[in-house]
């Protein structure tokens, strides 16, 4: 009797569910088209200067000329190139350290001051002294990238490892698992989750960091494009510039969600 009552119980949280999910999309697309409807009409009829905000049609006639260009290409070659070393760089060096410090007080008591003095100096105030030290070529848009997104990925690894269950951990030692077999399974597992959501937030970063590094000194990429078009006051061309970043971190970050809520799951229960 009572399994077959929690099946309509089940399936009616199951369909609570679904239409929560159908309900958001919903919301959520018609936010987005109520805004461009806005933006296509009031500068029309006069509401706003068309010339300082343009029209969603104007941009993307705009975008189908830019993108297919060579010039395009390799803009977003070279801001692809600087962004995925720097991240990859923060990643590398960023997971290492959080567990490091996440396990060991000794080695967070050591670092943490320096570490957290680094963190809380704008990366802006940093710019000019990276530049001095390694010029305005690639080298200092992969640093300003790293700079940008370690911090997130170091902190919220530690965090991560910091948060595991000790329910588990005792547990574990209770049976004999050696240190390495509690960090493999139990610690790790349970810092994935956050893990990633410092990548995440690390991506946002290093979005920032490419394109306000390339803004201040380069010679090309989307950043450059975008400082250019701004001071000739080509509203057309860079809006396409600044959506296509703004897309491109979207689904990065969308994708690095994704990833996270997956790896929820991966995490020991007590």
Known sequence: MTIALD??????????????????????????????L???????????????????????????????TADFANDLRISGVEFLAGMALAIAVGIPLGLILGTSRTARLFIDPPLMAIYATPRLALLPIIIVWLG???????????????????????????????????????????????????????????????????????????????MFSSEAGLGNKIMTYGEAVRIDHLLVYTLFVSLCGYLMTTGARLIEERLRSWRPQA
Do not use: C, H
């Not at 569910?17 to 919301?27: G, L």
């Not at 933006?39 to 297919?68: C, H, N, Y």
């Not at 493999?184 to 960091?209: E, K, N, Q, Y």
């Open 7 to 36: 099946k309509p119980v089940a399936a009616s949280a199951s369909l609570r569910e679904r239409f929560e999910k159908n309900r958001r999309t919903a919301i959520s697309t018609l936010s987005v088209i109520v805004f461009l």
């Open 38 to 68: 806005a933006w296509q009409f009031l500068p029309m009829l006069g509401a706003v200067d068309i010339r300082l905000t343009s029209t969603p049609l104007r941009v993307l006639k705009t975008a189908m000329e830019l993108v297919p």
């Open 136 to 214: 305005i070529g690639l080298a200092s848009k992969i640093a300003v990238v790293f700079l940008g997104a370690v911090f997130y990925v170091l902190i919220n690894t530690m965090a991560g490892v910091t948060d595991t269950d000790q329910r588990l951990v005792r547990a574990a030692k209770s049976f004999g698992a050696t240190r390495l077999d509690i960090f493999i399974r139990i610690i790790l597992p349970s810092a994935l989750p956050a893990v990633m959501i410092g990548i995440r937030l690390g991506i946002g970063r290093g979005v920032l960091g490419v394109i306000v590094g390339e």
